[in-house]
């Protein structure tokens, strides 16, 4: 039995897709559980790239590239979101006595 090239790749994405969306379930539980914010940040951070990877492998799966045009935009947003909430959570620990040293008066 020869397995032309078309379904190893279709097998593989399937396969690919899969687990994808049970590793995003995995993470959301450490989503939801915690127990400190920082564990919450790396998890929605974790959960982006899986989405972006998705996204990949579901344009591959379906022969089209619009959805690498759609996976790109998302992980610049998804950047960007990681990145204004990890400076929330850095301010919002820092003490009022740290901030008026660094020049960040209230």
């Known amino acids: 039995m020869i397995i032309d090239g078309q379904a190893i790749v279709h097998l593989a994405s399937r ?3 899969a687990l994808l969306i049970v590793s995003v379930a995995l993470v959301f539980i450490r ?3 915690g127990p400190q914010s920082a564990d919450r940040v790396v998890s929605l951070d ?3 790239v ?5 996204l990949g492998a579901y344009a ?4 089209d590239t619009s959805f690498l045009d759609v996976a790109i935009a998302y992980a610049l947003i998804a ?3 990681t990145v204004a909430l990890a400076r929330y959570l850095l301010r919002s620990r820092s003490r009022p006595e ?3 040293a660094m020049g960040r008066e209230e």
């Open 15 to 17: 396969l690919t897709l």
């Open 46 to 48: 974790l959960i982006t």
């Open 60 to 63: 591959v799966h379906e022969q």
């Open 79 to 81: 950047f960007l979101g």
């Open 98 to 100: 740290d901030r008026s």
């Open 31 to 33: 989503l939801v559980r």
């Open 50 to 54: 899986m989405i972006v990877a998705f």
